[in-house]
C-alpha cells in the first residue's frame, strides 16, 4: 500500500526482539489486573508488544523535555513540565480504549513516578438533544457530531497545566452524555486521548487535535474482522441490557435477537463502516505508531513512522 512507504514495518518477531529483556517481567499480580478488565488481552501481547512499546514511548517523552528545557534556556525563562500527550485513533470497536488502558497501566508500572491518566473523547460527543436538533443523530461518530472547539479547548489547558480539568462522561448504555457526571484531570504527566477522531483534520478551526500530540498509535485491523468484533460487543451489551430499563437496547434485548442483530449489521454498514473507510482509515498514515491485529486481536505487525 503507498501509503505505508512512510513506515518502518517490523514483524512481531522483529518488534519484540527490540526489546527482549531488561525489564524485569510484569509479576503475577499486575498480570492478574490486566485480566480483570478484559480477560480475552493475550498476556503473550503484553510482554511481546506493548513493553517495547512503552519503551519507544519513553524515548519520545525523553526528546520531548530536552527540548521543553533547550526552549526554555533559549527564552532564559523557566519553563514549567509540560504534559506528554498520546493519541490513539482507529475505527469504532477495533479495540482503542483496550489498548489505551493496557498503555496506562504499563506506562505507569515503568514510569512509576509519572501520573498517567486516561480519557476518552466520546465525552465530547454532542449529547443526543443536540444532535437532534442538528439533525445529525444518525451521524454519530462522524466528524460534526463532536464538539471539536470543547475537545481543543481541553487540550490546550491541560497543555498549560490546569489544576483541575472537569470533562463530560459518554455511556454506550444509555448511548448519550450523562447528565451532570464529570471525569477529573489533574494535571498529569502523561494523558492518553483514545477516540475514532484524534488524528482527524478541523472542520473549521485554525489548529488539529493532533497538534497537541507528542505520541499516536493508530490501531489497525482488516474491515471484517472490526465488522466481527463490532457485532460481538453487541451481543454482550444486548445481554446486559436486558434487565436494565434504562438501557438504550432495553427493548431490543427483550425482542427477537435477529430483529436486534439485523439492526447492528445496519449500524455497522452504514455508519461505523462508513466512517472508517471516509474519515478514519485516511488518518493512519499520520500516526507515529501502527499496530496491525488479525483475527483474535492478535498483534501480527508494528509500523514505525519514518519521518
Ligand atoms: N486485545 C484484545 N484482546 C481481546 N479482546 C479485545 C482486545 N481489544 C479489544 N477487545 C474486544 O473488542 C471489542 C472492542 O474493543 P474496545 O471497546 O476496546 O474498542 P474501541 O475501539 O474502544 O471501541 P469504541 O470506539 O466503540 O469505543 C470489545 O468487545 C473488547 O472486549
Ligand atoms: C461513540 C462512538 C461514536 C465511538 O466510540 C461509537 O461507539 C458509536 O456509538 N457509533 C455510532 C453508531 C453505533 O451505534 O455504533
Do not use: C
Not at 528545557?69 to 485513533?89: D, E, H, N, R, Y
Not at 472537569?166 to 464529570?182: A, G, K, V
Not at 494523558?191 to 505520541?215: A, H
Request: aromatic share 12%.
Amino acid at each position: 500500500m503507498e501509503e505505508k512507504m512512510n513506515f518502518h514495518r517490523f514483524t512481531r518477531e522483529e518488534w519484540q526482539s527490540f526489546y527482549p529483556n531488561g525489564v524485569p517481567p510484569l509479576t503475577e499480580s499486575e498480570l492478574m489486573q490486566i485480566k480483570s478488565f478484559n480477560d480475552r488481552i493475550s498476556l503473550q501481547d503484553v510482554q511481546d508488544i506493548y513493553i517495547p512499546l512503552t519503551h519507544l514511548v519513553n524515548i519520545y517523552m525523553k526528546e520531548y523535555e530536552s527540548l521543553q528545557l533547550a526552549k526554555g534556556l533559549f527564552m532564559q525563562q523557566f519553563v514549567g513540565s509540560t504534559p506528554f500527550i498520546i493519541g490513539v485513533a482507529g475505527s469504532v470497536a477495533v479495540g482503542k480504549s483496550t489498548t489505551a488502558r493496557l498503555l496506562q497501566m504499563i506506562l505507569s508500572r515503568l514510569l512509576k513516578k509519572k501520573h498517567v491518566q486516561l480519557i476518552t473523547t466520546d465525552g465530547f460527543l454532542y449529547p443526543t438533544r443536540v444532535l437532534k436538533e442538528k439533525g445529525i443523530l444518525d451521524r454519530k461518530g462522524f466528524p460534526e457530531s463532536y464538539d471539536m472547539e470543547k475537545l481543543l479547548a481541553f487540550l490546550n489547558a491541560v497543555k498549560n497545566g490546569e489544576e483541575f480539568i472537569h470533562i463530560p462522561m459518554y455511556s454506550h448504555e444509555s448511548y448519550d452524555i450523562i447528565p451532570d457526571m464529570y471525569e477529573t484531570i489533574t494535571q498529569p504527566d502523561i494523558l492518553i486521548v483514545e477516540g475514532i477522531n484524534v488524528l482527524q483534520l478541523p472542520q473549521n478551526q485554525q489548529i488539529y487535535v493532533s497538534d497537541f500530540f507528542d505520541f499516536s498509535i493508530y490501531v489497525d485491523a482488516d474491515s471484517e474482522l472490526v465488522r466481527k468484533w463490532y457485532l460481538e460487543r453487541f451481543e454482550a451489551l444486548l445481554k446486559l441490557a436486558k434487565n436494565d430499563k434504562n438501557n438504550y437496547y432495553y427493548g431490543y434485548a427483550n425482542g427477537p435477537k435477529e430483529e436486534a442483530m439485523a439492526m447492528a449489521e445496519n449500524v455497522w454498514e452504514k455508519v461505523n463502516l462508513k466512517n472508517l473507510n471516509e474519515f478514519i482509515l485516511p488518518t493512519r498514515s499520520r500516526a507515529d505508531i501502527v499496530l496491525h491485529k488479525k483475527e483474535n486481536h492478535k498483534i501480527d505487525e508494528v509500523l514505525l513512522r519514518k519521518f
